[in-house]
């Protein structure tokens, strides 16, 4: 039995450093694109986005659907946007403001999981989109929170599952909490990025 239980946990401990090291070559790949991109493009290309990347709210509510809706553009890309806050603080404001968000979905895709876990249009979400996802709840409960609250696995689709297989709560919401610590340490490398390229 105690060999069972390690053997378990060995298997947990690789699943949650396997996923670390995608979301650090992830955080390489959009750190190495933001470096060239500063370098290479020219900016009077990027005005034509002006519009859309200037309207706070048009964004941060870009966010938010995209956060509701199993992540389809990456968070990355938002706290590369934040960096246009020059300022330290408005910048770590408004990066505290998307993480925020990210819970906040992630809260919300827990109760829509939750309530809609009988309804057809989420059988067919669940079997379409989420199916892997499934087994590794199965077979890694609070560990597929906790990697999908710091790695790029769809933090809002993971929600949506734990909730329609009636995770407490409780529990749910303190891991999801290190949803927190993945904008932390993003935004700490692109302003070092920021300020160093």
């Known amino acids: 039995m105690c ?15 396997r996923n670390i090291v995608k979301s650090v070559i992830l955080l390489g790949v959009f750190l190495t694109a933001f470096i060239l991109g500063r370098r290479f493009i020219n900016s ?40 246009q806050f020059n300022q330290l603080s408005i910048f770590v404001a408004v ?9 906040c979905s992630g809260l919300i895709g827990f109760a829509i999981g939750l309530f ?9 979400m669940k079997a379409r989109f989420l199916k892997k996802l499934d087994r590794q709840l199965d077979k890694f409960g609070l560990y597929l929170i906790l990697v999908a609250a710091l790695t790029p696995l769809p933090f809002s689709g993971v929600c949506m ?14 891991i999801a909490l290190t949803r927190f610590l993945r904008f932390a340490l993003y935004a700490l490398v692109f302003w070092e990025a920021n300020i160093s390229f």
């Open 95 to 103: 990066v505290t403001l998307l993480a925020s968000i990210s819970y």
């Open 3 to 17: 060999m069972k239980v390690i053997i378990m946990e060995k298997g947990k401990l690789q699943f949650l450093l």
């Open 116 to 124: 809609l876990n009988r309804s057809l249009y989420f059988r067919y």
């Open 161 to 174: 599952l734990v909730g329609s297989v009636r995770y407490p709560f409780r529990k749910f919401a303190i």
């Open 44 to 83: 009077d290309y990027l005005t034509v986005l002006d519009p859309l990347l200037d309207n706070n709210l048009i964004m941060l509510s870009l966010f938010f659907i995209s956060e509701i809706i199993v992540g389809i553009i990456p968070p990355e890309l938002f706290v590369m946007w934040a960096l």
